[in-house]
Each structure stands twice: as C-alpha cells, then as structure tokens.
C-alpha cells in the first residue's frame, strides 16, 4: 500500500484483504491497518473493515 502503486479502483480489494487479516489475529494487522489508512482511505473507519 505503500508503493504509490494502489489505484483507486483497487481500494475496495485493499480493504477486502485487510479485513481477512485482521480475521486471522495476524500480528501485523494494526500496522497494515494504518497504512491503508493513511495511503487509501482517510476516513476509514473499524466499522468499514469487518
């Protein structure tokens, strides 16, 4: 997510994986978490991602 090389269009699919980390406990979550955050979605919320 952080490359620059995520376009918009795929912003949905950035965040369907999201969610199935966070599914998963995996460690890195909440550091995946803030950069699709800060690179993809300004105005995400816990509640948009599962």
């Known amino acids: ?3 620059g090389r995520l376009v918009p269009s795929n912003y949905w ?3 369907e ?3 199935a980390v966070k599914a ?3 460690p890195e979550a909440a550091e ?3 950069a699709y955050r800060e ?3 300004p105005d995400a ?3 948009t991602l599962g």
């Open 32 to 34: 995946l978490y803030e």
């Open 45 to 47: 919320s816990e509640e």
């Open 17 to 19: 994986v999201l969610t």
């Open 1 to 3: 997510m952080t490359s």
């Open 24 to 26: 998963r406990n995996v």
């Open 39 to 41: 690179f993809c979605a």
């Open 13 to 15: 699919r950035a965040a």
